[in-house]
């Protein structure tokens, strides 16, 4: 597509964000844009999946809602843009110029594409006096990244890697920043009022006249006493606290969550959390968001995991024996050596929000999971998602796998079908 086509397009769009007769939605998938200047158009609600905008300019643009899904911006110039609720998943942003833009809403988790990048990348992008209140950012990449007089208040920033981005000055108020990476980050003068900690990396941090009044940092990494002269937090001497006794809160309150559908407690997130070696079993935890969590050679035998997502999960040697995964996400999760024997891998019963059965169910998802040496004897493999799986060298005596997919999955075995 020309330049001068892409311009037809943004000028058809305009018509169709006003409702005129000859109108269309803007829809530039995959377009080379490379270098073009759009300075101040109005672009809400476009399609730009996997867009390439390197070093473009749309400053003062309004980019509400628009799909940039794996887009390409590296270098581009969306300084004083409008991007709130924007889709960036997956997008590179790479020495972006994002100053002054509105970011708030926006999503910036990882996303998969053939020609896009799982992780956000922001390194070292400049998103220096930003907008970011309440953007969705957990397991970006902002290392090295200037977020100076930048706004993050409310931002979800769990699991974040900010080693040694530049923070000087910012407000992140509220922020969510449970398991982030904050090590060597230039934190002074910022304000992390109320902001969530727990389990942060602050090493090497830079803390001067930081403003941590209310913060919790309950596991949290630190090698200063600079932190302790704003904060009325106990458990911020430096040392880690016990982790099961901080996750027994956690899952306390996702229990409560999940009893009253919601109403009271807080469902539980542990993306990223170093949970191995743990004695979870027979617990209930069903539901919790476990993404790269760190389970390996834990014990999770007899608890009840269903629903819970635990893609690229780490459960080498864990035990799962007689286990309920009933509608589990393990997609691409390592379950190298693993017990699973005689547990319930058959699909979910999904529940309205006052708990009654809608007749939906979810199937137990492990495409792409390793399932070397992994113990399936007696598990209930029924309809699950198996596809891309190697269980050539699983222990699959007695096991059930009666629907399950297994396109592309390897066996090596007598009496496991292969399509």
């Known amino acids: 597509m020309s330049p001068d086509e892409i311009l037809q397009v943004v000028a058809l769009h305009k018509r169709w964000l006003r409702h005129l007769r000859g109108g269309v939605r803007a829809d530039l998938r995959m377009v080379d844009a490379r270098g073009l200047k759009l300075q101040g158009v109005d672009l809400r609600q476009a399609i730009m999946t996997s867009a390439n905008l390197h070093s473009a300019v749309l400053r003062q643009s309004n980019l509400t809602l628009v799909d ?58 400049n998103l220096s006096c930003s907008d970011l209140e309440r953007a969705s950012a957990p397991r970006s990449n902002f290392e090295g990244a200037n977020l100076s007089e930048s706004c993050l208040d409310n931002a979800d920033l ?10 000087v000055g910012a407000s992140l108020k509220w922020a969510r920043l449970l398991g982030a990476n904050l090590s060597e980050a230039k934190l002074a003068g910022a304000d992390l009022s109320n902001a969530d900690l727990s389990h942060a990396n602050l090493i090497g941090a830079s803390l001067s006249n930081t403003v941590i009044r209310g913060a919790r940092l309950v596991g949290a990494k630190v090698d200063s006493l600079e932190l302790l002269n704003d904060t009325d937090v106990a458990n911020s001497s430096g040392k880690a606290i016990d982790v099961e006794s901080d996750l027994g809160r956690l899952l306390g309150q996702h229990a409560l969550w999940v009893e009253t559908n919601g109403r009271r407690g807080d469902r539980a997130c542990l993306d990223g959390m170093d949970l191995s070696d743990l004695n979870l079993s027979a617990r209930s935890i069903s539901g919790v968001s476990m993404k790269e969590v760190n389970l390996s050679k834990a014990n999770l035998a007899g608890a009840d995991l269903t629903l819970c997502d635990l893609t690229k999960a780490d459960l080498y040697q864990a035990c799962l024996r007689r286990a309920i995964l009933k509608g589990a996400r393990l997609v691409e999760a390592d379950l190298t050596n693993a017990d699973l024997s005689e547990t319930d891998l058959t699909p979910a019963d999904l529940l309205d929000a006052h708990g009654r059965q809608t007749g939906k169910k979810y199937s137990a998802n492990l495409n ?17 998602n198996l596809l891309r799986t190697d269980l050539s060298t699983a222990m699959l005596h007695g096991a059930r796998l009666d629907g399950a997919q297994l396109e592309a999955a390897k066996t090596g075995q007598p009496g496991v079908p292969v399509p």
Do not use: Y
Not at 95 to 105: M, P
């Open 158 to 167: 769990t699991v974040a890697n900010l080693k040694g981005a530049n923070l």
């Open 368 to 384: 792409g999971a390793i399932l070397a040496n992994t113990k399936l004897e007696h598990a209930d493999l029924r309809s699950a």
């Open 68 to 125: 940039l899904f794996a887009a390409d911006l590296t270098e581009a110039d969306l300084s004083e843009s409008i991007l709130e609720d924007a889709d960036l998943r997956g997008a590179q942003l790479f020495k972006c110029n994002l100053r002054g833009a509105k970011l708030r809403g926006a999503n910036f988790t990882g996303g998969q594409m053939l020609v896009g990048h799982e992780i956000v990348t922001f390194e070292p992008a």
